[in-house]
Nanobody, 125 residues
Framework: QVQLVEAGGGLVQPGGSLRLSCAAS????????MGWYRQVPGKQRELVAA???????NYGDSVKGRFTISRDNAKNTVYLQMSSLKPEDTAVYYC???????????????????WGQGTQVTVSS
């Protein structure tokens, strides 16, 4: 199967920066769209940023100009560089990917909405 493993969360002061990473592993054939979402208790999960396999990006309105998403296709990894962090950025950040992978022998399967386990980001003084 496929695993998405996030790293890089933690505690940071307002105005600070953090870099999240999400590495996909398994018998991967290709990864289409990759993205980051975040969720706080009692609220719906929201899009932070997404990037296509070709590098096209889109961002949630609240993070435009502060966050940058990028990916390394050779490493099946997506990154989220977060700058000028605010307390309202505090959330659990989840990696999401549209993955085509081998199942069994060479049978191709697609997991269009595959999630990582999440990493906590806390912005506080």
């Amino acid at each position: 199967q496929v695993q998405l493993v996030e790293a890089g969360g933690g505690l940071v002061q307002p105005g600070g920066s953090l870099r999240l990473s999400c590495a996909a592993s398994g018998r991967i054939r290709s990864i289409n769209r990759m993205g980051w979402y975040r969720q706080v208790p009692g609220k719906q999960r929201e899009l932070v940023a997404a990037i296509s396999s070709g590098g096209s990006t889109n961002y949630g309105d609240s993070v435009k100009g502060r966050f940058t998403i990028s990916r390394d296709n050779a490493k099946n990894t997506v990154y989220l560089q977060m700058s000028s962090l605010k307390p309202e950025d505090t959330a659990v950040y989840y990696c999401n990917a549209d993955v085509v992978y081998y199942s069994g022998g060479y049978n191709l399967q697609r997991a269009p909405d595959h999630w990582g386990q999440g990493t906590q980001v806390t912005v506080s003084s």
